[in-house]
């Protein structure tokens, strides 16, 4: 299969290499919104215009859109449906039936398919929340996140004023993650939950007490957690947090038996080094299913949960039952 | 959907328990090969005697066969599959490819859905081994079992001369497992990975050393592993060992990035209190998939790679969408 790049960010980046890991598929080109001959690949893809997309609608299979969720996707996933199968990794929760719904219409209307809010979460916490809660429905289910760095609160930060530049991490506490492996069913506010640590470059002059202020307080995003905030200089932040490691936690835990005496946990973690190309990976192994369910003429809007694990596999189904079964 | 059971053995108790707790399944009842009036249900399940199952073809949507691998299974499910929709946990790796093109072959041809060798291992195992090695090409893949109570290892100490009854735990061993999860990609022999802990009523004027030494060396089962043997009384045995407990861990690590440079672990473990109750939670909930694939005509057999995780959940598609992914 022919894997087409839209939008060449660090997610883009993570694309290219895992598309170039992948034993069954070939990398047609980066699609940018930048001028081509500025954009250099890290594996020495080739670099085409936005534009000139649909130049090329019968030699692509699949494309991979790395845009944003907040403007880019809502737009690009229904109109690039339009001509090809596409993957998207949108991720504003709240907005998801209404993009389901957008791209559904497309590809249903052109025969495409298309699958929205590949990643890992959503994604692959997603599944394992309907996994877990399928199975054992006397229960509850936990997420927790990191540690990791949230791109979302870094630049909340970098907003502020007197701010030059700053990382985020989300760390999730060990006394809570202990109470509900414990199966003890702990209900947890957002406090008990995680904890926000920011690394700050401050710029001349500014104000540090007030940026930490302006931090703890900040509501949706920091007002309801304990947060840690420590000004450090721009090179220590250039050493010591260059990186975009992430991770998390799924935990069910659930209750069988006569009287429910009998107590169960199921728990999936993620330790990632590298967030976008964990994500980048994902989207690849959804990008093979999208061929083959485009290949039997199933075609629509997807999510993970629509998604067979077999058809994520570049083996057959034979090779799987007989190898991994 | 109306659920039978067919066998009443521990994992047909625990599919009892779990029909009484999914919320869109009812228990049709019990079918046996004793006498259905020597027959107490957990629940109050009505009971059948197999010879009478046909009479109810009609009424039932999905048998699960609560049978054994070694000689049930293989003949059980195909004729089963004539006339309804079946599901069983067949976990002799080695004769699954045998066992699926047999139950296909009848299933397809008597337009019935069968899916086989459901549970956890098989089961959501493998669908763990199968999500983590297609989003991670570059990796390897590590399965521990346990610490739980090996049945088929119980068995094998149980006829050992001098032996009255045993209990054997499989025990993951910490240091492998650390091994794995720091990412260094060890390659582990079987007695580096788990060791056998064996508790075991020797009948009196039984030759203790003798059946230990009996343990230690019986090839396949102990041999290639270290062992521990501990004496206990009867007493002893039915106070601290009377329960099933199971689970263990599928990790994957593996690397991305240009150079493959960034690390990745995925890790999805279970620790159940109750071995065939958990199975059994896991059979129902793929139940429910049998039974919707059969509704909409895609008939033959599957296994666990087959099924798209929406199909698992009692919710619609809507629903999961909104308030799982």
Redesign the interface.
């Known amino acids: 299969m022919k894997i087409a790049i839209y939008g060449y960010g660090n997610l883009g980046k993570?694309v290219e290499?895992?598309v170039n890991?992948?034993?069954d598929a070939e990398l047609f080109g980066v699609f940018t919104r930048r001028a081509p001959n500025t954009v250099k690949t890290?594996?020495g893809a080739k670099v085409y215009h936005v534009d000139d997309i649909l130049k090329y609608e019968t030699e692509i299979d699949v494309v991979i859109i790395c845009g944003g969720s907040a403007t880019d996707l809502p737009t690009m996933t229904p109109s690039l449906a339009e001509h090809f199968n596409v993957i998207d990794s949108f991720d504003t929760?709240a907005r998801?039936?209404e993009h389901?719904d957008n791209v559904d219409n497309v590809a249903k209307t052109t025969n495409h398919t298309a699958l929205i809010?590949g990643g890992w979460d959503?994604g692959?916490f997603?599944?394992?929340?309907?996994?877990a809660?399928?199975?054992?429905?006397?229960g509850k289910d936990y997420t927790f996140w990191g540690k990791g760095v949230s791109q979302g609160h870094s630049d909340a930060i970098r907003r502020i004023d007197g701010v030059k530049d700053a990382r985020q991490y989300t760390v999730p506490i060990s006394a809570a993650l202990d109470a509900v492996r414990s199966g003890a069913n702990p209900e947890l506010t957002t406090r008990e939950k995680h904890l926000r640590e920011c690394f700050v470059v401050a710029e001349e002059g500014a104000d540090k007490a007030k940026i930490e202020n302006d931090i703890k307080t900040m509501p949706n995003y920091f007002a309801d957690y304990d947060t840690i905030v420590h000004f450090i200089s721009e090179e220590e932040l250039q050493r010591d947090h260059a990186t975009l490691p992430h991770g998390g936690f799924v935990i069910r835990t659930g209750t069988?038996?006569?009287n429910h005496?009998?107590?169960?946990?199921?728990?999936?973690?993620?330790?990632?080094?590298?967030n976008p190309?964990?994500t980048?990976?994902?989207l690849v192994?959804y990008a093979?299913a999208v061929n083959k369910l485009y290949n039997r003429g199933d075609y629509g809007c997807k999510?993970?949960?629509?998604?067979?694990?077999?058809d994520?596999?570049?083996l057959s189904?034979?090779e799987?039952?007989?190898t991994?079964?």
């Open positions: 993570g290499c895992a890991a992948a034993p890290v594996s929760h998801i039936p389901f809010s959503p692959m997603s599944i394992n929340r309907l996994y809660s399928s199975i054992l429905p006397n069988t038996g006569v005496e009998n107590k169960h946990i199921i728990e999936y973690s993620l330790k990632l080094d590298s190309e964990f980048a990976s994902v192994a093979r999510t993970v949960f629509d998604i067979a694990p077999a994520l596999s570049p189904a034979e799987i039952r007989k991994m079964l």
